[in-house]
């Protein structure tokens, strides 16, 4: 059985809303971030870079979300568009990759998690952040879903940032992208989607960023 190593943050949840919305199963097993378990070596033997998700398929290890949903997609045949939309495909799961996900991430580190308020750095990553939600914004001004018109991996990698639009931006800010908040509002009432937040809702994982988590989540800095 497929083997899903989870912590219920922007990333694997999008994997968790694959599964769903594919309907496949999978044995979770949760790997608790703010305590540090990325770090194992059991893990490490997962994903060398450390982070979640990943999966094992049967033996075949997969880690960085968009390479699972695009290897998943590619298994199983499903949420992957027409064979003439996959260049499409393709280049918006590449956007949201390189973009959207690791600005959104350092917008909300440097604006909720750095030790000390660095105006440069939280305007830099703010206003990119931004300029990849007005990108996202206008590529929905007469489209229902992202590419072609059927809900794909792409959707579902959009989804799993957008859902954290308030740590990313603010409260209300998705109110300044029209399209992509109609986007949202039909996406997050997916049945799949309610299915993916009770991901690991079972799961006592760690809350509190204090010092051992900060330590656990950017270890970098505390080297000597």
Do not use: C
């Not at 009432?189 to 010092?211: C, H, I, N, Q």
Request: charged share 25%; proline share 6%; hydrophobic share 40%.
């Amino acid at each position: 059985m497929l083997k899903f190593y989870f912590h219920p943050t922007p990333n694997p949840m999008k994997v968790a809303l694959f599964l769903a919305e594919a309907e496949l199963d999978y044995e979770l097993i949760p790997v608790d971030t703010l305590k540090g378990e990325q770090h194992s070596p059991e893990y490490s033997s997962i994903n060398p870079n450390n982070k979640v998700p990943a999966i094992n398929d049967n033996g075949t290890i997969i880690f960085d979300s968009n390479a699972i949903l695009l290897y998943l997609a590619e298994k199983t045949g499903k949420l992957l568009g027409k064979e003439d939309e996959r260049g499409e495909i393709l280049s918006w799961l590449m956007f949201i990759a390189s973009g959207l996900g690791p600005y959104s991430g350092q917008a909300v580190h440097f604006q909720k998690a750095a030790p000390e308020e660095i105006p440069y750095a939280i305007n830099r990553y703010r206003r990119e952040a931004e300029r990849h939600y007005q990108v996202l914004n206008d590529r929905l001004a007469d489209k229902e879903f992202f590419v072609g018109d059927s809900f794909t991996i792409v959707d579902i990698a959009a989804w799993g940032w957008i859902d954290k639009v308030i740590p990313v931006l603010g409260e209300g800010e998705l109110e300044n992208y029209p399209n992509l908040k109609r986007w949202f509002e039909a996406v997050d009432v997916r049945p799949s989607v309610a299915k993916a937040r009770a991901t690991g809702s079972d799961v006592g994982f760690k809350s509190e960023l204090d010092e051992e988590a900060k330590k656990a989540l950017y270890p970098q800095n505390y080297k000597a």
